[in-house]
């Protein structure tokens, strides 16, 4: 009666030991797929904002143009204009240089990162691509597994063949949600990179 008792705890003891590790294994999961997430919505604000200030011309492009009508004006006639009217338009010609400058610098800077992202991308979707072979891979090896244990049914105790089976079907969902999860990560970066390169 006490042997029995043992077993019967044991049992218990292995059932929620179990359960713990499914939990562990799904929260994991979640909080995996949820940091993709967030990573994937910064990032793509980021390219949102590098493309539009690439694709912009700079604002100061247009006033430099603009003082460059009138100083055409002025040199026209230099002779009758007070000093303190050049100084000005210098002065204005100088801050116009400068602010041109820093716009064009920002948006080889914005192309600078989404170059760096494009080469990253690329890489990250072949590295996926390979990520998926081997998930695919591993199916149809858990697959061959899966039948090859279903063909020796008779040679085999039920309880063995039983944990087989469920080592064999666990293991192929958790390659699917896997394979799952990544699927719309390729897609999406491919998707971007694509319509980046549609939009240059």
């Given at each position: ?15 929620k030991?179990?359960k713990?590790?499914v939990?562990a ?5 979640g909080?995996?797929g949820?940091r993709?997430?967030?990573?994937t919505?910064?990032?793509e604000?980021?390219?949102?904002t590098n ?6 011309t ?8 603009e ?9 026209n ?5 007070p ?5 000005s338009?210098i ?17 080889y800077?914005?192309w600078?990162?989404l170059?760096?992202?494009?080469d990253?991308?690329g ?9 998926l ?6 199916q149809s090896?858990?697959i061959?597994?899966?039948k ?7 040679a085999?105790?039920?309880s ?6 469920l080592v ?8 699917s949600?896997a394979a799952?999860?990544m699927y719309?990560s ?15």
């Amino acid at each position: 009666m006490d042997n029995l008792t043992i077993t019967y705890e044991s049992k218990v003891i292995i059932q929620k030991r179990v359960k713990v590790f499914v939990l562990a294994i799904i929260v994991i999961f979640g909080l995996l797929g949820y940091r993709a997430a967030v990573t994937t919505m910064g990032m793509e604000n980021v390219t949102n904002t590098n493309l539009m200030l690439i694709a912009r011309t700079p604002h100061s492009l247009i006033k430099l143009q603009e003082h460059s009508e009138k100083m055409n004006l002025m040199i026209n006639d230099i002779e009758s204009l007070p000093l303190k009217d050049i100084r000005s338009a210098i002065t204005e010609t100088v801050a116009l240089i400068n602010l041109t400058t820093r716009e064009i610098d920002a948006q080889y800077e914005a192309w600078i990162d989404l170059k760096a992202k494009m080469d990253s991308d690329g890489e990250s979707f072949k590295e996926l691509k390979g990520n998926l072979d081997t998930i695919k891979t591993l199916q149809s090896e858990e697959i061959k597994n899966l039948k090859k244990a279903l063909d020796d049914v008779t040679a085999e105790e039920a309880s063995t063949q039983f944990l087989s089976l469920l080592v064999s079907f666990v293991v192929g969902v958790f390659s699917s949600i896997a394979a799952s999860l990544m699927y719309p990560s390729i897609k999406l970066r491919a998707k971007s990179t694509i319509e980046w390169i549609v939009k240059s």
